[in-house]
């Protein structure tokens, strides 16, 4: 087993990625559409921040 995973490991130095094929493709995929929704929630978050903002200032006029 330990020879395999060094054998593996040897060839993933000289190939990249392709020593693994197949592996963290859907992961990586997950990943990304995660960070891509939470920087759009901030975004959101930070718009509604300003509009209370707005609107505090409003209601005290």
């Known amino acids: 087993m ?3 995973w060094r054998k593996a490991l040897k060839q993933s ?6 020593a693994f094929p ?8 997950e990943l ?3 960070r891509r929704r ?4 901030e975004e959101t978050n ?3 921040k ?3 903002v ?8």
């Open 32 to 34: 990304f559409q995660l």
């Open 50 to 52: 300003k509009a209370a």
């Open 54 to 61: 707005i609107f505090a200032q409003r209601d005290r006029q």
């Open 13 to 18: 130095k000289q190939d990249g990625l392709k």
């Open 46 to 48: 930070e718009i509604l």
């Open 2 to 4: 330990m020879y395999s």
């Open 38 to 41: 939470v920087a759009d929630l």
């Open 22 to 29: 197949g592996q963290g493709k859907a992961r990586d995929e």
